[in-house]
Antibody, heavy 122, light 106 residues
Framework: QVQLQESGPGLVKPSGTLSLTCAVS?????????WSWVRQPPGKGLEWIGE???????SYNPSLESRVTMSLDKSKNQFSLKMTSVTAADTAVYYC???????????????WGLGTLVTVSS | DIQMTQSPSSLSASVGDRVTITCRAS??????LAWYQQKPGKVPKLLIS???TLEFGVPSRFSGSGSGTDFTLTISSLQPEDFATYYC????????FGGGTTVEIK
């Protein structure tokens, strides 16, 4: 069973860049699955950030697209998120997740990492 | 953008009660709708996809229905482990989650 584990700084300064990595175990990042990031501000709902396929193809939430870049490292079986120009509004638990479907992107998620809290503060 | 509106935002119920949560899309999303359960401090758990298809291992007291713009999640007989927050999510085009419905103990 695939497992996902997020890692990265828990504190980022305003106007800085948030960088997170999701390590995949129990499965290959080169499998026919899309890999996503989803975030959840404290006490609030969920927001999809974007997705990446092993070919490097990406798709982002239009509301965040100008600030987000996703990439992957096949040698380490992991994928990453970078978000620039962060503000307090970007404070959230960030989850990585695997798309429920294979090959096609269904964009709903059965496998999630445990999440990592990123706080934007000076 | 298609918005997803859940109602109620919270409800109080007792063990054994039948509970219904509603999710309304601002445009037709056919049956591209999923439901999740999230307990405090935990990861969302996928319950239902395609509006009514139960994930493997999800108890049969959970059911989903609807298509187009109006959807429901029903718990036929609420159990102690069902007290949680439930989210709907549309997944045609850009995924978007509803605001959540918290089911609390009465």
């Amino acid at each position: 069973q695939v497992q996902l584990q997020e890692s990265g700084p828990g504190l980022v300064k305003p106007s800085g860049t948030l960088s997170l990595t999701c390590a995949v175990s129990g499965g290959s990042i080169s499998s026919n699955n899309w890999w996503s990031w989803v975030r959840q501000p404290p006490g609030k709902g969920l927001e999809w950030i974007g997705e990446i396929f092993h070919t490097g193809s990406t798709s982002y939430n239009p509301s965040l697209e100008s600030r987000v870049t996703m990439s992957l490292d096949k040698s380490k079986n992991q994928f990453s998120l970078k978000m620039t120009s962060v503000t307090a509004a970007d404070t959230a638990v960030y989850y990585c997740a695997r798309d429920r479907c294979s090959t096609t992107s269904c964009r709903f998620f059965a496998s999630w990492g445990l999440g990592t809290l990123v706080t934007v503060s000076s | 953008d298609i918005q997803m509106t859940q109602s109620p935002s919270s409800l109080s119920a007792s063990v054994g009660d039948r509970v219904t949560i509603t999710c309304r899309a601002s445009q037709n999303i056919r049956n591209y709708l999923a439901w999740y359960q999230q307990k405090p401090g935990k990861v969302p758990k996928l319950l239902i996809s395609a509006a009514s298809t139960l994930e493997f291992g999800v108890p049969s007291r959970f059911s989903g229905s609807g298509s187009g713009t109006d959807f429901t999640l029903t718990i036929s007989s609420l159990q102690p482990e069902d007290f949680a927050t439930y989210y709907c999510q549309k997944y045609n085009s850009v995924p978007f989650f509803g605001g959540g419905t918290t089911v609390e103990i009465k």
